[in-house]
T-cell receptor, first 111, second 113 residues
Framework: GESVGLHLPTLSVQEGDNSIINCAYSNSASDYFIWYKQESGKGPQFIID?????DKRQGQRVTVLLNKTVKHLSLQIAATQPGDSAVYFC??????????FGKGTRLSVIA | SAVISQKPSRDICQRGTSLTIQCQVD?????MFWYRQQPGQSLTLIATANQGSEATYESGFVIDKFPISRPNLTFSTLTVSNMSPEDSSIYLC??????????FGPGTRLTVL
């Protein structure tokens, strides 16, 4: 089946800098996307979502960008803080397929 | 969102035994899901559990190995049967709460010796 993948497995950023986490998806029927944050020892926590009729959606310090032409999704975190250190997963839903998770990117914030 | 709890939070089990994991949600939900997350890996869907019908299993997962119960709209159990060390994983319960958004429980960390 089709899968969602990530460009980078790890990302290190300085505290206060902006972080960009990327994700590629392959299901052309995908119409809903979610970003999750998973801290060590915890379940995935919903961060932000976006539907395919949008290109951009903003939350508190986070922005998700969707490029349907190249099937690319990104999560931008502004002014990254130590508490942002976690593994970030994108997930993709479309057609009759269940939610499919990417491999994850580990974000490390350097103080 | 939804408040989801799982029991046990972690367990260490012997090979050949079975463990039942419980998932409780603070409100009624139609769809509940069970995922497995092996060490350092992403999440893989095991099955979808709907109240009043049999669970729907994904490729590679079978009912004999992972029997699921869904007695009501706020509760589900997943049993990991005849365990082997390869079953050592985090098992996560998830629910749909409005539209397509899924929320996750804290997970059950299983170690099989």
């Amino acid at each position: 089946g089709e899968s969602v993948g990530l460009h980078l497995p790890t990302l290190s950023v300085q505290e206060g800098d902006n972080s960009i986490i990327n994700c590629a998806y392959s299901n052309s029927a995908s119409d809903y996307f979610i970003w999750y944050k998973q801290e060590s020892g915890k379940g995935p926590q919903f961060i932000i979502d976006i539907r395919s009729n949008m290109d951009k959606r903003q939350g508190q310090r986070v922005t998700v960008l969707l490029n349907k032409t190249v099937k690319h999704l990104s999560l931008q975190i502004a002014a990254t803080q130590p508490g942002d250190s976690a593994v970030y997963f994108c997930a993709d839903l479309g057609g009759n397929t269940p939610l499919v998770f990417g491999k994850g990117t580990r974000l490390s914030v350097i103080a | 969102s939804a408040v989801i709890s799982q029991k046990p939070s972690r367990d260490i089990c012997q090979r050949g035994t079975s463990l039942t994991i419980q998932c409780q949600v603070d409100s009624q939900v139609t769809m509940m899901f069970w995922y497995r997350q092996q060490p350092g890996q992403s999440l893989t869907l095991i099955a979808t559990a709907n109240q009043g019908s049999e669970a729907t299993y994904e490729s590679g997962f079978v009912i004999d190995k992972f029997p699921i119960s869904r007695p009501n709209l706020t509760f589900s159990t997943l049993t990991v049967s005849n365990m082997s060390p390869e079953d050592s994983s985090i098992y996560l319960c998830s629910v749909n709460k409005g539209a397509d958004t899924q929320y996750f429980g804290p997970g059950t960390r299983l170690t099989v010796l």
